[in-house]
Protein backbone atom coordinates (compact mmCIF):
# COMPACT_ATOMS: atom_id res chain seq x y z
CA UNK A 1 0.00 0.00 0.00
CA UNK A 2 0.92 3.67 -0.05
CA UNK A 3 2.70 2.87 3.50
CA UNK A 4 5.37 1.09 1.07
CA UNK A 5 6.38 4.77 -0.32
CA UNK A 6 5.46 6.78 1.99
CA UNK A 7 7.80 7.54 5.79
CA UNK A 8 5.75 9.19 8.38
CA UNK A 9 7.82 10.87 10.70
CA UNK A 10 6.47 12.00 14.20
CA UNK A 11 9.06 13.81 15.66
CA UNK A 12 10.11 16.96 17.81
CA UNK A 13 13.46 18.79 17.58
CA UNK A 14 14.52 17.50 21.52
CA UNK A 15 13.17 15.30 23.93
CA UNK A 16 12.08 17.29 27.16
CA UNK A 17 13.18 16.80 30.57
CA UNK A 18 12.38 14.19 32.72
CA UNK A 19 11.50 16.14 35.44
CA UNK A 20 9.06 19.26 35.54
CA UNK A 21 10.86 22.97 35.84
CA UNK A 22 9.91 25.35 38.42
CA UNK A 23 7.76 27.40 36.28
CA UNK A 24 5.94 23.60 36.08
CA UNK A 25 7.11 23.07 32.14
CA UNK A 26 10.01 21.15 30.69
CA UNK A 27 13.09 22.23 28.98
CA UNK A 28 14.59 20.85 26.23
CA UNK A 29 16.62 17.69 26.83
CA UNK A 30 18.68 16.50 23.95
CA UNK A 31 19.89 12.82 25.88
CA UNK A 32 17.33 11.14 24.71
CA UNK A 33 13.62 11.10 22.93
CA UNK A 34 11.24 9.06 20.91
CA UNK A 35 10.69 9.03 17.36
CA UNK A 36 7.75 7.17 15.90
CA UNK A 37 8.45 5.90 12.45
CA UNK A 38 5.02 4.20 10.22
CA UNK A 39 6.19 3.23 6.68
CA UNK A 40 8.74 3.66 4.10
CA UNK A 41 9.43 0.25 3.41
CA UNK A 42 10.86 -0.67 6.88
CA UNK A 43 9.89 -3.10 9.13
CA UNK A 44 7.69 -1.90 12.28
CA UNK A 45 6.34 -2.93 15.33
CA UNK A 46 9.64 -2.87 17.53
CA UNK A 47 11.28 -0.44 19.76
CA UNK A 48 14.70 0.40 19.28
CA UNK A 49 16.86 1.59 22.48
CA UNK A 50 16.23 2.42 25.26
CA UNK A 51 16.54 4.98 28.47
CA UNK A 52 17.40 4.21 32.18
CA UNK A 53 14.04 4.21 34.73
CA UNK A 54 13.72 7.94 34.20
CA UNK A 55 13.83 8.26 30.61
CA UNK A 56 17.24 10.59 30.95
CA UNK A 57 19.57 8.79 29.26
CA UNK A 58 20.36 5.99 26.94
CA UNK A 59 20.97 2.48 28.01
CA UNK A 60 21.36 0.57 25.12
CA UNK A 61 21.40 1.18 21.23
CA UNK A 62 21.10 4.93 21.02
CA UNK A 63 19.97 6.22 17.62
CA UNK A 64 21.88 9.58 16.64
CA UNK A 65 20.72 12.18 14.30
CA UNK A 66 23.14 10.88 11.72
CA UNK A 67 21.43 7.98 12.03
CA UNK A 68 18.01 9.65 11.78
CA UNK A 69 19.06 11.48 8.52
CA UNK A 70 20.41 7.77 7.07
CA UNK A 71 16.46 6.79 7.57
CA UNK A 72 15.17 9.30 5.98
CA UNK A 73 16.90 9.75 3.18
CA UNK A 74 17.27 5.91 2.30
CA UNK A 75 13.26 6.40 2.60
CA UNK A 76 13.57 9.52 -0.38
CA UNK A 77 16.01 7.52 -2.31
CA UNK A 78 18.80 8.98 -1.61
CA UNK A 79 22.40 6.27 -0.65
CA UNK A 80 23.76 7.07 2.77
CA UNK A 81 27.35 6.91 1.44
CA UNK A 82 26.90 9.56 -1.42
CA UNK A 83 28.90 12.84 -1.54
CA UNK A 84 27.81 16.27 -2.44
CA UNK A 85 29.85 18.75 -3.50
CA UNK A 86 30.67 21.40 -0.53
CA UNK A 87 30.89 25.00 -1.71
CA UNK A 88 34.75 24.83 -2.56
CA UNK A 89 33.78 22.32 -4.81
CA UNK A 90 35.38 19.27 -2.23
CA UNK A 91 33.31 16.29 -2.11
CA UNK A 92 31.67 15.40 1.63
CA UNK A 93 29.77 12.65 2.84
CA UNK A 94 25.86 13.08 3.06
CA UNK A 95 25.56 11.40 6.12
CA UNK A 96 29.09 11.36 7.77
CA UNK A 97 28.42 8.05 10.09
CA UNK A 98 24.93 8.07 9.86
CA UNK A 99 23.80 3.90 9.17
CA UNK A 100 19.92 3.17 8.78
CA UNK A 101 19.53 1.06 11.79
CA UNK A 102 19.87 -3.24 10.41
CA UNK A 103 16.79 -3.63 12.75
CA UNK A 104 14.86 -1.57 10.35
CA UNK A 105 15.58 -3.54 7.32
Same mark, same amino acid.
Given at each position: ?7 ? =? ?7 ? +? ?7 ? #? ?7 ? !? ?15 ? #????? +???? +??? =? ?11 ? !???? #???? #? *? ?11 ? =? +??? *? *?
Amino acid at each position: GMLDDTLV =VVAGEFGHT +PRINANAGR #DHWPQAQSI !LLAGGGYRHGQVIGATN #DKAEY +PTSR +PVG =VEDFCAIVYRAVG !LRVD #DHVL #D *LSGRPTHLVPGGE =V +PVE *L *L
